[in-house]
Antibody, heavy 115, light 109 residues
Framework: EVQLVESGGGLIQPGGSLRLSCAAS????????MNWVRQAPGKGLEWVSI???????YYADSVKGRFAISRDNSKNTLYLQMNSLRAEDTAVYYC?????????WGQGTLVTVSS | QSVLTQPPSASGTPGQRVTISCSGS????????VSWYQHLPGTAPKLLIY???QRPSGVPDRFSGSKSGTSASLAISGLQSEDEADYYC???????????FGGGSKLTV
């Protein structure tokens, strides 16, 4: 059974850093396109970043240069390193697998950026 | 501002049929498949439709999808109260090298 479990969210001050984790089971994160998607309070879903099976990475303009997606194949875990956090980064962050669609999602982890 | 355009809201009464539209461009819907998601507060989004018109196992056949050119639609027939949720379309965007979403449509039953 495929499962994605996020962790690492919390309250952080503006300008701070946080690393989110997404532990996968039932498949290998290195074999598929893995993503981070977020939903800010009262807003819609926003794609944040993707890492291809071959390792190439891409980012939404809103986080480019501040966030970094990576994976640890030995731990079968996806990461999102978030630096220079802003109030507008406050959101529930989901990891999700893309296989012609977002077919599996985690339950989400809340990141709150506030002083 | 979302890359794909959806109406912010839709509504219907129990038993009715409603449709939600999703408009894009040649770099996304025009050249790639569309998927649809149902999102209830506090839960993970759920895949309803993939490859424009395919339903994953377990999704009722009341949900159907279609695509034409740079637009797509989700239809829900036999509307039920539990269908009240936010619905999102998504598609791969070749110019962004990643998936893009619509802004979401809140369905009221």
């Amino acid at each position: 059974e495929v499962q994605l479990v996020e962790s690492g969210g919390g309250l952080i001050q503006p300008g701070g850093s946080l690393r989110l984790s997404c532990a996968a089971s039932g498949f290998s994160v290195s074999s598929d396109y893995m993503n981070w998607v977020r939903q800010a309070p009262g807003k819609g879903l926003e794609w944040v970043s993707i890492i291809y099976s071959g390792g190439r990475t891409y980012y939404a303009d809103s986080v480019k240069g501040r966030f970094a997606i990576s994976r640890d194949n030995s731990k079968n875990t996806l990461y999102l390193q978030m630096n220079s956090l802003r109030a507008e980064d406050t959101a529930v962050y989901y990891c999700a697998r893309w296989l012609q669609a977002f077919d599996y999602w985690g339950q989400g982890t809340l990141v709150t950026v506030s002083s | 501002q979302s890359v794909l355009t959806q109406p912010p809201s839709a509504s219907g009464t129990p038993g009715q049929r409603v449709t939600i539209s999703c408009s894009g461009s040649s770099s996304n819907i025009g050249s790639n498949a569309v998927s649809w998601y149902q999102h209830l507060p506090g839960t993970a989004p759920k895949l309803l439709i993939y490859s424009n018109d395919q339903r994953p196992s377990g999704v009722p056949d009341r949900f159907s999808g279609s695509k034409s050119g740079t637009s797509a639609s989700l239809a829900i027939s036999g509307l039920q109260s539990e269908d009240e949720a936010d619905y999102y379309c998504a598609a791969w965007d070749g110019s962004l090298s990643g998936p893009v979403f619509g802004g979401g449509s809140k369905l009221t039953v």
